[in-house]
């Protein structure tokens, strides 16, 4: 079986790694990939955004199934454009997709199916948005409508804080057309869950919960990363928590997007905040978290691929889809500087066992794997505890070396005091 995975960050390299498990699997193509991923699949230099060169490549190599990875091809519409070709994809489509591609559309689908999430109001000219902020209750959030690398919002502890973010958004247009529209929403306090589902439209089967870490530097402190780690299960996340969120949340977007005639199949990721008020949808993703994947599929004890193809033929209900009551921990190592300014091209020394090593931000150049990124990879651990599976991460960390490298040393510190 010739499978073809689109992207080239560590989740896609969790995600390979994964597939490669499945035994009918005879050619594996990552497109792009990057320089640590070339070990387990063949990299092909055809970029996640260049549908038409996927779409060729596909029937090139009579790919039997695609899995589209990254939110930007699935918000262009890749996984309509191989179905057109036959090609079966997990991942949703075009329609599905803009549940991540725009904010407002998301916020107004919760309203109008009244899935609970932070109150808001959607701006389309920079001047309405100061006028409101003028009053707004402080701290607020503000978020551009479309993709911004995850890195489109603004938490403002001020009033100045705001209006200079609405002014970065619509006026400076640092995420360019993404921030044409904005979304101010309420500030919303509780603990934070990451939750992965596998949906085909018809069934909701929920993957293991976990905790991200966002900010760059220890204590939650420096500015927003795509996510410097993540451990899993996340603590806040009881039995009864999950019961509620799948009875107000999963089952009501799952059907909500049906009766918009949006079905969606694949990987649906809820942003979700444990507020006094219960759970609430702080975002959704249109597919895996990143970092989050580096955690929940070292803990799937079944076959990803055959659960991706249950997905795609609408009969996720029959798959076997079962997880490990062990915990796992991702520490990410980044090139310093990064998420601003930071130098690449150092040499990457890994270990001898790199099975759960995901390479994001790498190339190979004169033969040695350097780095090529601001993330550059994660190191993830399994144990039998939250606290073991943390001390092994780390214990592998200083087995990996490049110049320039810098994690975080408190990742699962927040849930291991949850723990308590």
Not at 90 to 118: C, H, Q, R
């Amino acid at each position: 079986m010739k499978v073809m995975v689109v992207g080239g960050g560590g989740r896609e390299h969790a995600i390979v790694k994964k597939i490669k498990e499945n035994p009918s699997v005879t050619e594996l193509y990552v497109l792009p990939g990057n320089g640590g991923m070339a070990q387990d699949a063949v990299c092909v230099d055809i970029g996640a955004k260049d549908i038409d060169g996927m779409v060729a490549f596909a029937k090139e190599k009579a790919i039997d199934f695609a899995v589209v990875a990254p939110d930007d091809p699935l918000v262009l519409g890749a996984v309509d454009a191989l179905e057109a070709i036959g090609v079966p994809c997990f991942g949703p489509n075009k329609d599905a997709a803009i549940l991540e591609g725009s904010k407002v559309f998301s916020k107004n689908l919760m309203k109008k199916y009244g899935i609970p999430t932070a109150a808001y109001e959607v701006f389309d000219k920079a001047e309405d948005a100061l006028a409101y902020l003028e009053t707004a209750p402080i701290p607020t959030v503000i978020k551009a409508d479309g993709l911004a690398l995850g890195k489109g919002v603004i938490i403002a502890e001020t009033r100045e804080q705001a209006k200079e973010g609405v002014k970065t958004i619509m006026e400076d247009k640092v995420f360019g057309a993404s921030g044409d529209h904005i979304v101010v929403e309420e500030f919303l306090t509780g603990p934070e869950v990451s939750v992965l589902a596998f949906t085909d439209g018809k069934t909701m089967i929920p993957m293991v919960s976990s905790m991200d870490h966002k900010r760059a530097l220890d204590g939650d402190k420096g500015l927003n990363t795509g996510g410097m780690g993540t451990v899993a299960p996340n603590p806040y996340y009881t039995e009864a928590v999950a019961e509620e969120c799948m009875k107000t949340i999963f089952l009501p977007t799952m059907d909500a997007m049906n009766k918009e005639g949006r079905t969606f199949k694949g990987c649906l990721y809820f942003g979700l905040m444990l507020t006094p008020n219960g759970p609430k949808v702080i975002e959704y993703n249109c597919r895996f978290g990143d970092p989050e994947t580096q955690v929940v599929l070292p803990l799937l004890e079944s076959d990803l691929l055959t659960i991706m193809q249950h997905i795609a033929k609408g009969t996720l209900a029959e798959a076997e889809v079962e997880f490990s009551k062990k915990s796992a921990c991702c520490v990410i190592m980044a090139s310093e500087g990064y998420p601003g300014k930071y130098e690449t091209g150092y040499e990457i020394t890994l270990p001898a066992d790199s099975s759960r090593i995901f390479v994001a931000g790498a190339k190979i150049k004169d033969g040695k794997l350097v780095t090529g990124g601001g993330r550059v990879l994660g190191v993830t651990e399994v144990a039998d505890t939250l606290a073991e599976a943390v001390d092994k991460a780390y214990a592998t960390v200083k087995t990996v070396s490049f110049a320039n490298a810098y994690y975080r040393k408190d990742i699962g510190k927040k849930a291991l005091a949850a723990e308590v």
